[in-house]
């Protein structure tokens, strides 16, 4: 099966711009989640969908990030205005059910930098 | 609180020899833990993952070893191969205020395999 896929890989903007990022999940995968990953540590849980709606979104910068999956499948995270520490990669994963107790799988990220 | 750690940063092996990772959490209440292997440029890969109801479990020249007593979890390589270098991450299933529980990751532990 196909896995999830990202894009762009890479990203460079200066501060104060916007970007935003997209995800399709695993066909068939109810949950998605968007993790950001700063350099040296694990990823963090930003945002987590089930089907079009949030379950969790206590951990997203919400005066400068948002999110929507307004189809149930694929997403998009969006950053306006970007800052410096917002430099990291932004990781997507999806698995079947929601919740925390089973294997997410992961895309491969976009790596985002910010001058 | 809110916390998954592991006891080294960086292990250094040689090829064919055993590897072990360990890793600490927080949270006694926590009842699914997962390792991933990510790979430079590449995001998070599933390894294997135990459930609190569980003492061990083996894959593919791998083990996972949970202790409820001491909070600790630990991931066995067997004949540990060039391919097998990577960061590798635990992770544990919180719940805190949330039904459907989320991943908390630790930092980290990165794996070099000597030729």
């Known amino acids: 099966e196909a896995g999830v896929a990202q894009s762009p890989r890479y990203k460079i903007i200066e501060k104060r711009q916007s970007v935003a990022f997209w995800c399709n999940p695993i066909s068939g995968h109810a949950t998605l989640y968007w993790y950001q990953q700063i350099l040296g540590q694990g990823p963090k849980l930003l945002i987590q969908?089930?089907?079009?709606?949030?379950?969790?979104d206590s951990q997203l910068p919400k005066d400068r990030f948002s999110a929507e999956r307004l189809k149930g499948v694929d997403s998009t995270l969006k950053i306006q205005p970007a800052k410096l520490e917002d430099s990291a990669v932004y990781l997507c994963?999806?698995?079947?059910?929601?919740?925390?107790?089973?294997?997410?799988?992961f895309g491969d990220g976009t790596r985002l930098s910010i001058l | 609180g809110e916390s998954v750690g592991l006891h080294l940063p960086t292990l250094s092996v040689q090829e064919g020899d055993n590897s072990i990772i360990n890793c600490a959490y927080s949270n006694s209440a926590s009842d699914y833990f997962i390792w991933y292997k990510q790979e430079s440029g590449k995001g998070p890969q599933f390894i294997i993952d135990i459930r609190s109801n569980m003492d061990k479990r083996q894959g593919q020249r791998v083990t996972v070893l949970l202790n409820k007593t001491v909070k600790h979890l630990s991931l066995q390589i067997a004949a540990t191969q060039p391919g097998d270098s990577a960061v590798y991450f635990c992770a544990e299933n919180f719940y805190g205020s949330s039904n459907t529980g989320k991943l908390i990751f630790g930092q980290g532990t990165t794996l070099q395999v000597k030729p």
């Open positions: 969908f089930q089907n079009n709606g949030v379950v969790d």
């Open positions: 994963a999806s698995s079947s059910q929601t919740g925390g107790n089973q294997p997410q799988h």
